[in-house]
Nanobody, 112 residues
Framework: QVHLVESGGGLVQPGGSLRLSCAAS????????MRWYRQAPGKEREWVAF????????NYADSVKGRFTISRDNAKNTVYLEMNSLKPEDTAVYYC?????WGPGTQVTVSS
């Protein structure tokens, strides 16, 4: 059974930083593409970032490019999302996605 659990969300001021983690189990993590998505209140869920199994390829939505960094540790079955220069419009529930499964999400709120 695929299991994804996000953590690291919270309340941060504009311009601040957060690091999200997603712990994965139930599948061969080292062979899986991993993605982060987010869903803001009243909006559809949107893709944020992608990383290939060996971290060779990463991609980002234009709205986060240059501010967010996706990474992974295959020894720990964990994918990360480092978020810098956060803006109020980054406020959303952030989800980890793999193998057609979603984690429960972690709330990120950017507000002064």
């Amino acid at each position: 059974q695929v299991h994804l659990v996000e953590s690291g969300g919270g309340l941060v001021q504009p311009g601040g930083s957060l690091r999200l983690s997603c712990a994965a189990s139930g599948f061969t993590f080292s062979g899986a593409n991993m993605r982060w998505y987010r869903q803001a209140p009243g909006k559809e869920r949107e893709w944020v970032a992608f990383i290939s199994p060996t971290s060779t390829t990463t991609n980002y939505a234009d709205s986060v490019k240059g501010r967010f960094t996706i990474s992974r540790d295959n020894a720990k079955n964990t994918v990360y999302l480092e978020m810098n220069s956060l803006k109020p419009e980054d406020t959303a529930v952030y989800y980890c996605y793999a193998r057609n499964y979603w984690g429960p999400g972690t709330q990120v709120t950017v507000s002064s």
